[in-house]
């Protein structure tokens, strides 16, 4: 499926700031962004520009990494979902409900793996974008094996080298 981007206009420091403050929000982490510590826009982020993204994974901390240089990429556009306490079928519907275009899957999740949940989504039709998003290269033949195409190395210590990957993934087709 082909997603339409609208070409907003950039979000200021400002709304990035807030954005970034109610994602970390959102996942129970109390944290102050000032707009001077919102990262700066990097080259090589455009093909996420305005695209809906929605990672998930069960650690907490690993989330909250990714934040700020997601919602940079995607101008705002990012959504975090921990997986704690929801089966694959209520991860899935929660995903679902979201209405991504993109979808950050991480390997080991608490009583499940993320292939589980990414072949589910597939068999619920989804029409966006799956990408397999692990820290253990192990795990992509299971994607492989749930339908997934697309993998990238998840760096906590390196968040932006790790949305930058997957930057070039989607840049590298026409979805």
């Known amino acids: ?43 090589g982020f455009e093909p996420l520009r305005d695209r809906k993204v929605v990672m998930v994974d069960d650690g907490k901390f690993i989330l909250t990494a990714f934040v700020p240089e997601l919602m940079v ?17 209520q991860l899935t519907d929660n ?4 209405n991504p275009e993109i979808v950050l899957m991480d390997y080991s999740l ?5 292939s589980t949940v990414a072949k589910m989504l597939t068999e619920k039709k ?5 990408i397999g998003f ?8 299971e994607f492989q094996k ?17 949305v930058l990957e997957v930057a070039n993934l ?3 087709k026409n979805w």
């Open 1 to 43: 499926m082909v997603f339409e981007k609208e070409n907003l206009p950039d979000l200021n420091p400002e709304q990035l700031a807030a954005k970034i403050q109610a994602a970390y929000a959102s996942l129970d982490y109390p944290m102050e962004v000032s707009p001077n510590e919102v990262p700066e826009k990097f080259e």
């Open 95 to 98: 995903i679902l409900s979201r």
């Open 110 to 114: 608490k009583s499940m793996t993320g």
């Open 170 to 172: 989607i840049g590298a």
């Open 146 to 162: 749930a339908g997934v195409t697309k993998t990238a190395f998840k760096s906590i210590s390196n968040p932006r080298d790790s």
């Open 73 to 89: 990429a995607t101008n705002g556009n990012a959504e975090f979902i921990e997986q704690s306490e929801q089966d694959a079928q």
């Open 126 to 130: 989804f029409q966006g974008i799956i």
């Open 134 to 141: 692990s820290n253990n290269s192990d795990s992509n033949s």
